[in-house]
């Protein structure tokens, strides 16, 4: 028995939170959609963490394989796809080019009696073509089969709905002016439905939106008067923005400091294990998936990161940091100097 996931962008859905989503059909077909990135907290969090791995360089025996793969505009792509939708792929041209491949494009062939799994290439455009197994680079985090992977964006479902109405109820607050909500009385006449619904219509076109400042006239047999904003709404979106935030970060394992919220259990000490932990846990996790699907494919040529860039420390923060171990006696002077990239002095003083 043998059947087919098939990675083609979904573009009928009217609801931008499914059309995020992967769905499966009782045929075993996958969409993904390109519509993903309408959420501004998951636009955030993956270019954060896609931009974290691409500014560390593969080191691997082959320099130019470590060095092509590196570049940002292969590295950059391969993490944010394989984060939004579960998977990434990328072609191995051959003396140590590689060209990425669109999901789209791409059309996986799974034999669940000899667990062969092929890779159709149709662009929709030339005629469709197979691409071998080792030439094509398949990356995934998260699966249940082990030949596709799973987005973390699924887990994400409520959460994005959360944030779809949160937008909505901003825009209608801030589309409804500066006025709030306006109640207009007849003096001495008694209108119809149809003409109380004409005078609605012509004072909301005259006062909403970008004419939210225009002076009004209005006869003697009208009376205007408005209901005050209420502003507290404006605060519940803000704390509700905050925990979509917040769920989103976790989801992918970042720190909400990194998008500039305050961990209220965090201190100096335990910012440091955040970092450590992000490191050593979200993009570790990341690097061993790209790593372990390179060997795999490449062969054994000691692929690692080199995540220098991303533990180098502010040049004011070092010197806080030698200045205060010398102090406390946990390093000598020399020790600290080093510290800040200064020359060893011995047992000579400067005058103060």
Same mark, same amino acid.
């Given at each position: 028995?043998?059947?087919?996931?098939?990675?083609? *962008?979904?573009?009928?859905s009217? %609801?931008p939170?499914?059309?995020?989503? &992967?769905?499966?059909?009782?045929?075993?077909? +996958?969409?993904?959609?390109?519509?993903?990135? /309408? !959420? !501004?907290?998951?636009? #955030?969090?993956?270019?954060?963490? *896609?931009?974290?791995?691409? !500014?560390?360089?593969l080191?691997?025996?082959?320099?130019?394989?470590?060095?092509?793969?590196?570049?940002?505009?292969?590295?950059?792509?391969?993490?944010?796809?394989?984060?939004?939708?579960?998977?990434?792929?990328?072609?191995?041209?051959?003396?140590?080019?590689?060209?990425?491949?669109?999901?789209d494009? &791409?059309?996986?062939?799974?034999?669940?009696?000899?667990?062969?799994?092929?890779?159709?290439?149709?662009?929709?455009?030339?005629?469709?073509?197979?691409i071998?197994?080792?030439?094509?680079?398949?990356?995934?985090?998260?699966?249940?089969?082990?030949? +596709?992977?799973?987005?973390?964006?699924?887990?994400?479902?409520?959460?994005?709905k959360?944030?779809?109405?949160?937008?909505?109820?901003?825009? $209608?607050?801030?589309?409804?002016?500066?006025?709030?909500?306006?109640?207009?009385?007849?003096?001495? /006449?008694?209108? =119809?439905?149809? *003409?109380?619904?004409?005078?609605?219509?012509?004072?909301?076109?005259?006062? #909403?939106?970008?004419?939210?400042?225009?002076?009004?006239?209005?006869?003697? %047999?009208?009376?205007?008067?408005?209901?005050?904003?209420?502003?507290?709404?404006?605060?519940?979106?803000?704390?509700?923005?905050?925990?979509?935030?917040?769920?989103? *970060?976790? =989801?992918? $394992?970042?720190?909400?400091?990194?998008?500039?919220?305050?961990?209220?259990?965090?201190?100096?000490?335990?910012? %440091?294990?955040?970092?450590? !932990?992000?490191?050593?846990? #979200?993009?570790?996790?990341? +690097?061993?998936?790209?790593?372990?699907?390179? #060997?795999?494919?490449?062969?054994?040529?000691?692929? /690692?990161?080199?995540?220098?860039?991303?533990?180098?420390?502010?040049?004011?923060?070092?010197?806080?940091q030698?200045?205060d171990?010398?102090?406390?006696?946990?390093?000598?002077?020399?020790?600290?100097?080093?510290?800040?990239?200064?020359?060893?002095?011995?047992?000579?003083?400067?005058?103060?």
């Amino acid at each position: 028995m043998s059947f087919f996931i098939n990675n083609q *962008a979904t573009t009928g859905s009217a %609801d931008p939170v499914e059309q995020v989503l &992967i769905s499966f059909n009782d045929s075993a077909n +996958f969409n993904i959609s390109n519509n993903v990135l /309408s !959420s !501004s907290s998951l636009f #955030t969090v993956i270019q954060i963490i *896609a931009n974290d791995v691409a !500014s560390c360089k593969l080191n691997c025996d082959t320099p130019n394989i470590g060095n092509n793969f590196s570049k940002r505009r292969l590295l950059f792509p391969v993490v944010s796809n394989m984060l939004l939708y579960g998977n990434s792929f990328v072609e191995n041209l051959g003396s140590g080019n590689f060209k990425l491949v669109p999901n789209d494009h &791409i059309e996986i062939e799974y034999d669940d009696v000899t667990n062969q799994v092929r890779y159709k290439y149709n662009n929709h455009e030339q005629k469709a073509r197979y691409i071998p197994n080792e030439k094509l680079l398949h990356f995934f985090e998260f699966t249940k089969n082990g030949v +596709f992977g799973l987005s973390r964006v699924q887990a994400l479902k409520g959460t994005l709905k959360a944030e779809k109405e949160l937008n909505n109820l901003l825009g $209608g607050y801030l589309t409804s002016g500066i006025h709030g909500t306006t109640v207009i009385k007849s003096v001495n /006449s008694d209108l =119809s439905r149809e *003409a109380r619904e004409k005078v609605r219509k012509s004072f909301d076109e005259a006062t #909403t939106g970008d004419k939210a400042l225009n002076s009004i006239v209005v006869g003697p %047999d009208l009376d205007v008067s408005s209901l005050d904003l209420n502003t507290d709404v404006l605060n519940v979106i803000d704390k509700v923005n905050e925990v979509v935030t917040r769920r989103i *970060a976790s =989801s992918f $394992g970042l720190p909400v400091e990194k998008l500039g919220l305050e961990n209220v259990h965090s201190n100096a000490l335990q910012s %440091d294990k955040t970092s450590s !932990s992000y490191l050593r846990g #979200t993009l570790q996790h990341i +690097f061993d998936c790209i790593t372990s699907e390179l #060997t795999e494919k490449l062969g054994n040529k000691n692929f /690692s990161f080199d995540t220098s860039a991303l533990t180098s420390v502010d040049p004011k923060e070092m010197l806080e940091q030698a200045i205060d171990a010398y102090n406390n006696g946990l390093i000598t002077k020399d020790e600290a100097r080093q510290m800040i990239n200064l020359d060893p002095v011995g047992n000579k003083y400067f005058k103060e």
